[in-house]
């Protein structure tokens, strides 16, 4: 009896964290993603004409352990001189898993 108590109790704990960190992991739109390579480029947003300027913002993993930068919209806006966003793509890089990077890139005014 115990035992059954005892399984029961690590398979809901175990369930609560799957679902809880499942939701860590999803983005708005997940292309196919490469074992060995990716290189994709895909819209976040779109509210249709694309603007005058663009601006880049990024942020890199190294080795799957350290990962630096700032990808946000704001920072992305700021390096093109976009007072007035207008569109938001990305671009995502992976090789191995050795280097990833993530760009933000912001279309506006």
């Known amino acids: 009896m115990k035992s059954l108590r005892k399984r029961a109790t690590v398979l809901a704990v175990g369930m609560g964290l799957a679902l809880g960190l499942a939701g860590c992991v999803g983005a708005p ?20 004409e694309m603007g005058s300027k663009r601006g ?14 700032d990808a946000s919209v704001k920072t992305s806006a700021a390096a093109g001189g976009i007072s ?3 569109h938001v793509d990305y671009d995502f890089y992976n090789f191995l898993g050795l280097f990833q990077r993530f760009t933000t890139v912001t279309y506006g005014d």
């Open 29 to 48: 739109v997940v292309p196919p993603l490469g074992l060995v390579y990716t290189d994709i480029d895909a819209p976040l947003n779109l509210r249709g």
């Open 84 to 86: 007035n966003v207008k």
């Open 56 to 69: 880049e913002a990024s942020v890199v993993s190294y080795l799957g352990l350290i990962s630096v930068g």
